[in-house]
């Protein structure tokens, strides 16, 4: 059985940084082709924040959302089965709870192609 679990959230400052982690197990991060952090903030649809994919004969190729480009990382290690998010000059607008997702095809932008959700990490950003 396939178990994301998100950790590394908390509260920071404006301007501050944190990094999120997706423990992945039942099945090896590389054997995904799409792994992605969504977030959501209370009363709106689940937002898409970064993603990257793995194809062997390709390499990865990483996407973001507008909001977060240049400011997030996203990052896997498939060794250790796991996927990060550094997230840096963070704002207000961060603040939602945030969730990894694994897929095994499609756009990766969308919240459809992920198969496997993890239960979510507050991320909260004081100004």
């Known amino acids: 059985q396939v178990q994301l679990i998100e950790s590394g959230g908390g509260l920071v400052q404006a301007g501050g940084s944190l990094r999120l982690s997706c423990a992945v197990s039942?099945?090896?991060?590389?054997?995904?082709?799409?792994m992605g952090w969504f977030r959501r903030v209370p009363g709106k649809e689940r937002e898409f924040v970064a993603a990257m994919t793995w194809v062997e004969e390709i390499g990865s190729m990483k996407y973001y959302a507008d909001s977060v480009r240049g400011r997030f990382a996203i990052s896997r290690d498939n060794a250790r089965n796991m996927v990060y998010l550094q997230m840096n000059s963070m704002t207000s607008e961060d603040t939602a709870v945030y969730y990894c997702g694994a897929g095994s095809k499609g756009n990766s932008m969308a919240y459809e192609t992920y198969d496997y959700w993890g239960q979510g990490t507050q991320v909260t950003v004081s100004s």
């Open positions: 039942g099945r090896g991060a590389g054997e995904f082709f799409v």
